[in-house]
């Protein structure tokens, strides 16, 4: 049962424009949200999280937004860097659970920025 | 770097034998959490200790164990092994604040023939 889905298992984007990452959720009880980058040979590293009493999120270069009806979030990088070029993960977790266990994880999306 | 310390980096045994897993958090962190990511699949959450403690229990099977020593560093016993059971294993550690992000470490690569 894959409660937190990335559909997309890669993404190719040109240095400089726009990377958007997606992710869906099935269990309503949800209710905080995080991203995580992943280099190769590395462990996880957060990026950015949400929590659902918000739409956004900023960080800098990324933002997130959540779209609570939709059971959808996605990641904008923007603009791209060579750098960015990693495997994202969305995760997911819900209030009941002390602090971050339980974190739920999609099965990840690899962004290649193209030079 | 994450400050989350994980041994061995690569582990290769044979099927039946057992393995011990070991993770030392971040000064500080109270919290480990062990995650596996077998090929093509998202971390599957195995279990999480606070000081000591179980706090927090998810798909981990039978055969697998853990705990959390006085000095907070954590081990992940896996017995039986199976070719299944060749995965990356994750620890993770977090701080006492509410939601707290989890630190990763690099993983332990385990490869069962």
């Known amino acids: 049962d894959q409660q937190v889905k990335q559909n997309s298992p890669s993404l190719s984007v040109q240095e400089g424009r726009i990377s958007i990452l997606n992710c869906d959720y099935t269990n309503s009880m949800f209710d905080y949200f995080l991203w995580y980058k992943k280099y190769p040979a590395e462990g996880p590293t957060f990026l950015i999280s949400i929590s659902s009493i918000k739409d956004k999120n900023e960080d800098g270069r990324f933002t997130v937004f959540l779209n609570k009806s939709a059971k959808h979030l996605s990641l904008h990088i923007v603009p791209s860097q060579p750098g960015d070029s990693a495997v994202y993960f969305c995760?997911?977790?819900?209030?009941?659970?002390?602090?971050?266990?339980?974190?739920?994880f999609g099965t990840g999306t690899r962004l290649t920025i193209i030079p | 770097d994450s400050g989350v310390t994980q041994t061995p980096k690569h582990l290769i045994t044979a099927t039946g034998q057992r393995v011990t897993l070991r993770c030392s958090p971040r000064?500080?962190?109270?919290?480990v959490y062990w995650y596996q990511q077998s090929l093509d699949q998202g971390l599957q959450f195995l279990i999480q200790y606070y000081n000591g403690e179980e706090r927090a229990k998810g798909n981990i099977l039978e055969r697998f164990s853990a705990q959390q020593f006085p000095d907070l560093h954590s081990e992940l016993n896996l017995s039986s092994l199976e070719l299944g059971d060749s995965a990356l294993y994750f620890c993770a550690s977090s701080g006492q604040g509410f939601r707290s992000p989890l630190h990763f470490g690099n993983g332990t690569r385990l490869t069962v023939t």
């Open positions: 995760a997911a977790s819900a209030s009941y659970a002390f602090g971050n266990e339980k974190l739920t």
């Open positions: 000064s500080g962190d109270l919290s």
